[in-house]
């Protein structure tokens, strides 16, 4: 793409930025990445012209929780219908086989997967590192394809033989889960304004690290000045577990260990309590919020109603493709406001409010000031949607984006490149990509 370009016409922008304006009839100039005015009427000599006709126009979604590895293992027949523990139990022995390839090649897929569906930027957890897997390999991936990304360095160290829930040969020492941590954030996380990559620090959950990893990761953190990420309080086996091995509830335990603040964003926080809200509230702590995986796992609804209404940062997360299975970020930002239906009633999240999760909100979660909104100096991420084609004609206004369609983006730009055009992947070759996911996956089968 040209480097400078104007987005012409728009049907309406919903900008989501601090006034929460809506253009009808809007233009978007962009130059060498970033958005240098919204509005009507613009004009550049210079501008290559995306034309808006028929569209809407957000800023990119932001996925706050992914396992990107995940794309090789979905409909996993033995994990369909487990609940959380079950389903891990059966999902590691086929984990363990995975080795660099894997890794690089089920993450180019599932960033292409949510690119499609509108999302500029995720973040991903990896916590297992079978083979010589490393985080390099979705680094890779991304960089590839074009999308932002937050990788955060996982690791589990408390394996069966020590009463811990994964096999003995994806735990790694906690030595040297600090080290690689080290080594990641040294290479690859750049704390700038318009970063592509960050890297974060992420033990997979309190039932698979020990205390003393918990609180040495946050120290290991703050020393860099890179966020923390983990899973809390996911469902009642999680609760159950913290109060029986902890002799608390996960807030207790997260708050003990330097995991509550503005630097921290924990996934799922399904069950948390009055006060485990306020004390995220406070505290400035984020919340990935992850309903189609609450859902598929039957872990509960999040109460995320109570969590906004309370001040808390809440963003939404497709989690990984091993209990979703689709890593379609504005099918998920649906979900959210349905979910929140179901328990509150129908006038209790607005699809905009729903979508300000899913850009505003994400970008809060992330430490990200910006993207997650278009305004003159943000970084150009920028979603069109084609509302003329048949999921959503008929429409009368914007909210149709989650209330009718389209799952698909038309246009996405991640820093002014164009990912996606027409709905296709332009940036790395599909074809090819899933020849080798299919190579990949009848190998795993085949054992
Ligand atoms: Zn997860």
């Known amino acids: ?164 829930l994964p096999p003995d040969s994806l735990v790694e020492r906690e030595e040297d889960i600090l080290n690689d941590c080290i080594r990641v954030i040294d290479a690859f996380h750049d704390p700038n304004p318009g970063a592509m990559i960050r890297v974060g620090v992420a033990p997979c959950s309190p039932f698979s690290v020990s205390r003393d990893l918990m ?62 809200i306020e004390l995220f509230a406070k505290t400035g702590t984020g919340v990935a919020h992850c309903p189609c995986s609450n859902c598929r796992l039957g872990s509960g609804v999040a109460p995320v109603r109570a969590m906004r209404d309370a001040g808390v940062n809440v963003g939404l997360g497709v989690d990984g493709s091993a209990s979703n299975d689709i890593g379609n970020l504005v099918a998920e930002a649906r979900m959210a406001m349905l979910l929140q239906r179901v328990t509150y009633g129908a006038d209790k999240m607005s699809p905009r409010e729903a979508l300000e999760i899913a850009t505003r909100g994400g970008a809060k979660v992330l430490g990200r000031d910006d993207i997650g909104q278009l305004a003159p100096g943000l970084r150009a991420d920028i979603a069109i949607w084609d509302m003329s084609d048949v999921e959503a004609s008929g429409s009368w206004d914007p909210a149709a984006l989650l209330l009718a369609g389209p799952m698909v983006v038309k246009h996405l730009f991640v820093e002014g490149r164009h990912v996606v055009s027409d709905s296709w992947i332009t940036t790395i070759n599909m074809e090819t990509t899933l020849a080798s996911q299919a190579r990949l996956l009848k190998g795993l089968m085949d054992g």
């Open 215 to 276: 609180r040495d990761a946050a120290i290991l953190a703050r020393d860099k000045g890179v966020m923390m990420h983990t899973h809390l309080a996911e469902n009642d086996e999680d609760i159950a577990y913290s109060l029986e091995k902890f002799g608390c509830r996960p807030g207790q335990y997260a708050e003990d260990l330097g995991w509550t603040g503005p630097d921290v964003w924990h996934a799922h926080c399904v069950k948390l309590d009055v006060s485990e």
């Open 1 to 164: 793409m040209h480097r400078c370009f104007l987005i012409r016409n728009a049907d309406v922008i919903l900008t989501m930025d601090d006034g929460r304006q809506e253009i009808k009839g809007g233009d978007i100039l962009v130059r060498d990445g970033v958005i240098e005015a919204v509005g009507q009427g613009l004009y550049d000599d210079d501008a290559q012209i995306v034309d808006g006709r028929g569209c809407l126009v957000t800023p990119g979604l932001i996925n706050t929780h992914h396992h990107l590895y995940q794309t090789l293992t979905r409909a996993v027949p033995g994990a369909q219908d487990a609940l959380l523990f079950g389903w891990l139990k059966t999902l590691y022995p086929i984990w363990a086989k995975f080795g660099p390839d894997h890794m690089r090649v089920s993450a180019m897929v599932g960033l292409a997967e949510l690119a499609l569906s509108g999302c500029s930027t995720t973040s991903d957890h990896l916590y297992l590192y079978p083979n010589g897997a490393r985080l390099d390999d979705t680094i890779d991936a991304a960089k590839a394809i074009g999308l932002r990304l937050h990788a955060t360095r996982g690791g589990m160290s408390i394996g069966e033989s020590a009463g811990g």
